[in-house]
């Protein structure tokens, strides 16, 4: 079995002083696929560049303390690929794909963060763009390999997605918009949203990410955000999917999932 784990840290520094390494030495993931970083190579040297035994594979955005993504493997990869060669969004640390290749098999596992588009109609545009241009080159990717993409997705899906969705369809995260472009990868897009292959109705056990507002997290009032979006030959590997909620690294919760495949 590979167990392949998603967490958006909300800060590397953050999330490890909360006990992210103890419990990534526990579960012993294969890989574990890590957004918002909010760190620069230099605050990873020395410090960061292996979690619990698994080695990272970096791609850091311009800005400090913002975004940046990263996947750390128990595995060496056969090569690293560190962007999309978008010329608006890779300057924002947002791809990394390690490419597992053998003469029988093509396979990447990449972790991918999505723009948020809820602090102001720029970003909202913007995120709107990021769809546009991920879509095809997700399309074309497929064409070449077999994948799964680990992501904080920042859409809520379907209304089981989150907890308030009557009050949320105005917002980003739950637009019409945006609910479409997820619809059209899962259909004729060809990719498998791996947590809803196995749990096709589950609601409130679902969320992944919660508000530092009005007690959320303590009355669940939360979203489903983080996937794993999976070519059809590997997620019809899935197994087993697990959101582990005992312990608060982030405001997001780890979403792992064990495919029945070994690198």
């Known amino acids: 079995m590979f167990k392949?784990?998603?967490l958006n840290l909300n800060g590397i520094r953050s999330a490890t002083s909360k006990g992210l390494e103890a419990w990534l030495h526990q579960t012993q993931p294969d890989c574990i696929c890590v957004q918002e970083v909010k760190a620069q190579a230099a605050d990873i040297e020395g410090k960061f560049e292996t979690l619990a035994g698994l080695k990272g594979h970096f791609h850091f955005a311009d800005k400090k303390g913002?975004?940046?993504v990263a996947v750390y493997s128990r595995h060496e990869p056969s090569d690293v690929r560190v962007g999309w060669d978008s010329a608006e969004f890779d300057p924002e640390g947002r791809y990394v794909e390690l490419r597992f290749d053998t003469p029988a098999r093509k396979m990447s596992i990449i972790s991918v963060y999505f723009p948020s588009g809820s602090s102001g109609e720029?970003?909202?545009q913007a995120k709107f763009?990021?769809?546009a241009d991920f879509y095809p080159f997700l399309q074309q990717l497929q064409k070449e390999r077999d994948f799964i993409?680990?992501?904080d997705v920042n859409i809520a899906h379907q209304e089981i997605d989150l907890k308030n969705w009557k009050g949320n369809k105005k917002n980003s995260g739950f637009l019409p918009e945006e609910r479409a472009w997820m619809t059209r990868l899962l259909t004729e897009g060809g990719l498998v949203d791996v947590y809803r292959q196995l749990h096709?109705?589950?609601t409130?056990?679902?969320y992944t990410w919660w508000s530092n507002r009005g007690q959320a997290y303590a009355k669940?009032?939360?979203w489903r955000l983080d996937y794993h979006l999976a070519t059809p030959a590997l997620a019809d590997g899935a197994r087993s999917v697990g959101i582990y909620k005992a312990e608060k690294f982030s405001d997001h919760a780890p979403v792992t999932v064990e495919y029945d495949f070994n690198l």
């Open 149 to 151: 993409v680990c992501s």
């Open 204 to 206: 409130d056990d679902s």
């Open 200 to 202: 096709p109705a589950t």
């Open 4 to 6: 392949l784990t998603s």
């Open 122 to 124: 720029d970003r909202q």
């Open 220 to 222: 669940n009032v939360g």
């Open 66 to 68: 913002y975004s940046g």
């Open 129 to 131: 763009r990021f769809l």
